[in-house]
Antibody, heavy 121, light 106 residues
Framework: EVQLVESGGALVQPGGSLRLSCAASGFTLSAYSMIWVRQAPGKGLEWVSYISTTGETIYYADSVKGRFTVSRDNARNSLFLQMNSLRDEDTAVYYC??????????????WGHGTLVTVSS | SYVLTQPPSVSVAPGKTARITCGGNNIGSKSVHWYQQKPGQAPVLVIYYDTDRPSGIPERFSGSNSGNTATLTINRVEAGDEAEYYCQVWDSNRGVFGGGTKLTVL
């Protein structure tokens, strides 16, 4: 059974940093690209980042570019999101998800349960 | 950046048909995916590549995409279909979600 379990969410002050983790099981992580998606309280879904199977190709939403860094450790079946210079508007539940990507599109068939990041003084 | 527009809410009586639209510039040239999200839960994929249903999703769920509008159709709506629904495309190497539509079953 495919499982994705996020962790690392916490209350952090504006300007602070946080590192999220996503533990993958039930499939071979190295065979799949991965993404992060977030959802602010009471709001819609926002795509955050994409990382290819080897980490060679990475994309970010404009809202986090330069502040967030996605990485992965296939040997440890883990995905990470390093978040720096956090802002109030980064407050959200962060989901990791496994996308299926063709040459023209990606969709996500498996999602974690999410981890809550609260940025507040 | 590419924008997807969904109506904030759709209401339908049980047993009737719900149609949730997703508008975007020439969206018919893109692949559209749909997710269902219930309160406190992660999104669930219900339609991918415009019209395909993942295993376990009832046949009552279907999709279409043409011109500037993609549509998620739910036939014979049940109380358990009440949820937020999001459309999604891939554009310029990034994912784009619509703002979401709250489906209320009357």
């Amino acid at each position: 059974e495919v499982q994705l379990v996020e962790s690392g969410g916490a209350l952090v002050q504006p300007g602070g940093s946080l590192r999220l983790s996503c533990a993958a099981s039930g499939f071979t992580l190295s065979a799949y690209s991965m993404i992060w998606v977030r959802q602010a309280p009471g709001k819609g879904l926002e795509w955050v980042s994409y990382i290819s199977t080897t980490g060679e190709t990475i994309y970010y939403a404009d809202s986090v570019k330069g502040r967030f860094t996605v990485s992965r450790d296939n040997a440890r079946n883990s995905l990470f999101l390093q978040m720096n210079s956090l802002r109030d508007e980064d407050t959200a539940v962060y989901y990791c998800a496994r996308p299926y990507c063709s040459t023209t599109s990606c969709y996500s068939d498996y999602w974690g349960h999410g981890t809550l990041v609260t940025v507040s003084s | 950046s590419y924008v997807l527009t969904q109506p904030p809410s759709v209401s339908v009586a049980p047993g009737k048909t719900a149609r949730i639209t997703c508008g975007g510039n020439n969206i018919g040239s893109k692949s559209v995916h749909w997710y269902q999200q219930k309160p406190g839960q992660a999104p669930v994929l219900v339609i991918y590549y415009d019209t395909d249903r993942p295993s376990g999703i009832p046949e009552r769920f279907s999709g279409s995409n043409s011109g500037n509008t993609a549509t998620l159709t739910i036939n014979r709506v049940e109380a358990g279909d009440e949820a937020e629904y999001y459309c999604q495309v891939w554009d310029s190497n990034r994912g784009v979600f619509g703002g979401g539509t709250k489906l209320t079953v009357l």
